[in-house]
Structures are given as C-alpha cells and as structure tokens.
C-alpha cells in the first residue's frame, strides 16, 4: 500500500485514542481488525483505500471466515473497517462506505455457562494459604457479587472503592459508560482482608488488585490465578472469569425476576443482550411481559 494510505490508518487510530478516548483493549482490536484488512490489501495489490469495493470486503470476510474466524470476530472486524471508513468518508478520503452493507455469517446462540449456588460457594468458601490467595479470593467475590467484566475488575483504583457506602464505581465500561454498583457482605469482608495485605511498589500505584511485584494486575493473570484456583481446590469444570458474571446475572434474576435491573447492574446497552446473558427460557420471559406490559393483560368482566 501506499504510504499515504498506511498513514490515513494511523491518523484514524490516533483520534480514536486521543479525541474519542477508547480504551487500551478497544484500541488493541481496532488495530488488530484493521491489520488483517491490510494483508489483505497487500496481498490483492490495492494501493489506496478508495479503490475498495463491496465485493472486495465480502471477499476478505469470506477468507477470514474459511480461516476459522467465528461469527461474532467477523462482526467486530465488519465493525472496526465500518468504523475506518466513516472515518475516511469524513475526512472526504473516499465516497462510499464498502463495508456499510456487508454482513457476516449468523452464528447459533449459545446459552453461557454457569456455576449454580453450590458451586459457587465450593469455589469462594474455600479456605486460604497465602496473601495471593486472600487477594485471589477479594477478586473472586467482587466478581460474582457485583457482576463486573474482567477489564472492569483490573481497571479498579482504590479511588473507585467505598466500603463504607458498599458500592464501587466502573469509571469506564463497555462503550466507555461509568455504573455504580453495589458490593455484597461477603465480597466487603474479602476486599477488607485483601487491603489490609495490599503492598503496593510505589506510593503512586493506585491498583486494587496487584501483582507480586505490586503493579497493577493484568487480566491474563486473574484468568491464571483462577483457573489454578480451580485446580488446587479440585473443581472439574474449567471456569473463568466471565463465567462468575454470568452466574451473578443468572442467579440475581432468578431471585428478583427484574430484567431492567439486572440490565442496568450488567451495564448493557440492550436489554436483548441481557435475556441472552442471562439464559431466560420463555416461561419466565412471558411472565415478566405480562407483568410489565401495560395492555398485556386481559381485563376480566
């Protein structure tokens, strides 16, 4: 590709990181969407960005889909070229949007997987031998009680914290948007525990959760640390952390049969997305529209 071209990609990832603020981990898949479209280009001897056609996005989605790639990772990248493009539609670099009608392959639902209560409290109520492990467990429980993503649970400042108040702040969730959530007794008491032990490398570190180096945790760490959690105390099922969000949402509707709450506790855009979440068979669906739906219900005379 030309030069110009390959600097129209950079200047599209700079503003999403300087003007838009996407998170690190947005910022990632961005660039690495993007760098399958440039193989791509290189590899069929396009030279600007403008000569991309519609057929040619359908084709480098195809090629991507005979590689392996599932449906929801088409639709990210479909996602991040849609987003480039406006990008350079925007900026009067092309005319038409190539990938605007593209679509990938539908892929089945599938229901997510969860831990009932009694495997929950196998995994939180075990007993622990170190300080990694009463931080292990702090992180354990903060995530099934208060339903937070992975990225949302390494991002955590002691600022966002108030244990007084049993609450804690998502500065920046899915699609950059802050929640504030509730925090168990259980989860309180484990946090407790945990920042007591807190060493941290630095006075300026402000992490919740740190490494054995007192940085900040990354989340390929926390996935470690739990699925050797598991091993340890003899749990067969591989679980991980996404798993234990799952179970939050399932379990807190089971119990309170609120969609809207969960969705709001979830941090979902949709509340579509929360019925998936959640595993919602039809029964209780029906029950909470008759319910909540004002001309649902059939007046008796």
């Known amino acids: 590709m030309q030069p110009i071209a390959k600097q129209q990609l950079a200047n599209f990832l700079t503003q999403l990181e300087f003007e838009q603020r996407v998170s690190i981990h947005t910022l990632k898949s961005y660039q690495r969407d993007l760098a399958h479209l440039v193989a791509f280009c290189l590899l069929n001897k396009f030279e600007q960005w403008e000569q991309l056609q519609t057929r040619d996005i359908r084709q480098h989605i195809a090629m991507r889909h005979r590689r392996g790639l599932g449906s929801k990772s088409l639709q990210r ?37 969860t831990l009932d209560v009694d495997e929950i409290g196998g995994l939180l109520d075990a007993g622990v031998d170190s300080v990694l492990d009463v931080r292990d467990v702090a992180m354990f429980e903060l995530f099934y009680s208060s339903g937070l993503r992975l990225s949302e649970l390494v991002q955590l400042n002691l600022a966002d914290i108030d244990l007084r108040g049993k609450s804690l702040r998502v500065q920046a969730g899915k699609g950059g948007k802050a929640r ?122």
């Not at 855009?269 to 909470?288: G, M, N, P, R």
């Open 77 to 113: 990248e479909l996602s991040a070229i849609r987003c480039f493009y406006r990008y350079l539609f925007n900026e009067a670099i092309v005319s038409i949007n190539p990938a605007q009608y593209v679509k990938a392959p539908k892929q089945a639902r599938t229901l997510p997987k």
């Open 180 to 301: 504030i959530l509730p925090i168990g007794s259980k989860a309180i008491e484990a946090l407790q525990n945990w920042l007591t032990r807190r060493q941290a490398r630095s006075p300026q570190e402000v992490a919740v959760f740190l490494s054995v180096r007192g940085e900040r945790l990354c989340q390929r760490s926390v996935e470690y640390r739990l699925a050797q959690w598991c091993t340890k105390k003899g749990i067969q099922s591989h679980v991980h952390p996404h798993m234990l969000r799952h179970s939050f949402a399932s379990h807190l509707l089971q119990s309170s049969q609120d969609l809207r709450a969960v969705q709001e506790l979830l941090g979902h855009s949709s509340i579509s997305t929360t019925q998936i979440y959640t595993h919602l068979d039809f029964e209780h669906l029906a029950k909470v529209y008759d319910n909540a739906h004002p001309r649902a219900k059939k007046k008796l005379f």
